[in-house]
């Protein structure tokens, strides 16, 4: 039987260097010594996602000893591809990941790329189909819990308003625990025309409010629909609101406010989705 580990590189005994890392919001400049085309991935669905999906993409691999028999295939395509990776110990993670949710398991990798709106649309197929313009949302584990709930309903974009700094972080990427690689960023042009080019391939945009609007329950929603979700604290923006073809809330029994806004999302995507399959 062949020895998986005979011809691989021996990781260094010396710990890689590493200073922590301050938290980071999801559209904040990356840390130094890596560029805006790079991004630091944390978690274990996080990076095998990762791996699955963009093999490519993967540029260094941190890991501790437990982990080497179950990345086995990993560590077997790194040594193929001359991708480096070392094992170290557990402080060394948390201070790599400036958190010790890593879950044994780091990997700096090259992000995907943001995609423009006119060639999305262009490459997006015919048939039903689910998109959530973000105004605002900037808060990394809400960004996270949206990707992970987006990726379970089989959303096909996020669409990020022009002069958005929004980004994907590593704490959002470990929040939606794989998602962040089965659901594309879209970069729209100015607000009038994305919406022109969105309706033009057949999509209805939804404004979401927190009070005031359709009963999102008994509101009939389009095969082909983009929710606008607003920003954290103040909600959505009234002026985006108005000029979107419905205006949807969730009603509720009063006990609290509102739901957030990815508690919030979650509950619209099933709501979309329940129409397709019911």
Partial sequence: MNDPWKNARRPSSRPPRATPLPPREGGTPP?????????RLYGWNA???LFAKRPQALRKLYLVDALI????????????NRVGYRVVEEGDLNKLAAT?????????????????????????????????WLDGVGNPHNFGAILRSAAHFGVKA???????????????????????????????PETAEAMAQLRSAGFGLAATLVEGGDDV??????????????????????????QCDQQLSIPGSGAVESLNVASATAVLL?????RRHG
Avoid: I
């Fill in 217 to 242: 329950f008994r509101a009939s929603l389009p095969e082909r629909l983009v929710y606008v979700m607003g920003a954290e604290g103040e909600g959505m923006d009234r002026s985006l609101a108005s």
């Fill in 47 to 49: 990076v095998q996602a």
């Fill in 270 to 274: 099933a709501q979309w989705a329940s």
């Fill in 100 to 132: 010790t949710h890593h879950e044994g398991l780091v990997a700096d990798v090259l992000r995907a790329p943001v995609v423009p709106l006119a060639q999305w649309l262009e490459e997006l197929g015919k048939g039903p189909a689910l998109a959530l």
């Fill in 158 to 188: 996020l669409l990020l308003p022009a002069g958005s700094t929004l980004a994907l972080s590593g704490a959002a990427a470990r929040v939606a625990e794989g998602g962040a690689e089965s659901v594309p960023l879209v970069q729209l």
């Fill in 31 to 39: 840390p130094p010594g890596r560029g805006n085309d790079e991004l």
């Fill in 69 to 80: 028999p179950r990345m086995q295939p990993v560590l077997k395509w790194c040594v193929a």
